[in-house]
């Protein structure tokens, strides 16, 4: 399409997705002019007719070479009126539509701000009218959060939000959850200066969750390996010698487990056999658990007699 095409287009054309390049205007005085107007309205405090000019501009110029520019302003207006919800929408709607605009990385920053505020607790939003505040609700920040992610891939601000997404779900109590967001932190952005500290935290969520639910030798094995694996990533790290003496200790525990599975099997079950092979397993790894092999070894001549009685 030629530019006296482009020029000729209706000035209200609508997009619903991002805006093709090569249908800006090179000029729109009609769009200059109305954001030159909210700017003078923002000045004097008048938020409602800045905001109305400016939707002008985003929904009927949207093709103008500063819509991106009103989008933006849009956003830092709603947030001036405290109306986060909308602000992070317009910022969205610049990101989605204007992905080569000068003010992409800008946005972003404005809705990380946002987020993290909102993950700390000191977004608050009105209730009922405006009659009490309360936090931003937890399923809007995780929503952000993601978002954020899903359009900074691969670099420091996109692994900020994902280390700030982790840990608000850890707060949330949802671990399982978190870990994930720690482990797929620590693949996408093995560089980033949040990599050490997730590694750990998978680890240790790992480690935590043998103590809810089931599935305890499977967690433990795998706080293990996590362990094993900061140590290999991160060696030169302040914390690498304890992430594997916390190794050795899992190591323990998992020794430990299975005394304590052959005990059930002894005394509960009274399948003897089963307990037999738990008690010789955990006395094979004395070097590991000394404490648990020596309780095993008592364990492993009643077992033996109770099995020898029962046949």
Known sequence: MGAAAVLAL??????????????VRAVDPQADAMIAK???????????????????VATQHQVAPNADQARFLLGQAYEAKKDYREAFKQYSRLIDRYPQSRLYTDAL????????????????????????HSNMESSKVIEW?????????YNEMSATASSILAKFLVDQRRYEEAR?????????????????EA???????????RTRGENNLVNLTNAREAYEEFSLRFPNHKDA????????????????????V???????????????FCFQDVIRQKAVNPDAAREAAVLLGMAQAAAAKKN
Do not use: H
């Open 10 to 23: 209706p000035m209200c054309q609508q997009f619903d997705g991002a805006i093709p390049a090569g249908m």
């Open 38 to 56: 909210a700017r003078e309205y923002a000045k004097q405090g008048k938020l409602g007719k800045e905001i109305s000019l400016l939707k002008k």
């Open 109 to 132: 920053n404005r809705q990380l701000a946002m987020a993290m505020a909102g993950a700390q607790g000191t977004l608050t939003v009105p209730v009922m009218f405006g009659a009490w």
């Open 145 to 153: 959060l993601r978002y954020i992610i899903d359009k900074a891939p």
């Open 180 to 196: 994930m967001e720690y482990a797929r932190l620590v693949e996408r952005y093995p560089d980033s200066t949040y990599a050490p």
């Open 199 to 209: 590694q750990l935290m998978v680890a240790q969520l790992w480690a935590s969750s």
């Open 241 to 260: 010698r304890k992430a594997l003496a916390q190794a050795s200790n899992m190591k323990r525990l998992l020794v430990k487990q299975q005394l304590d």
């Open 262 to 276: 052959g005990k059930y099997y002894l005394f509960r079950s009274r399948e003897y056999p089963s307990a037999i």
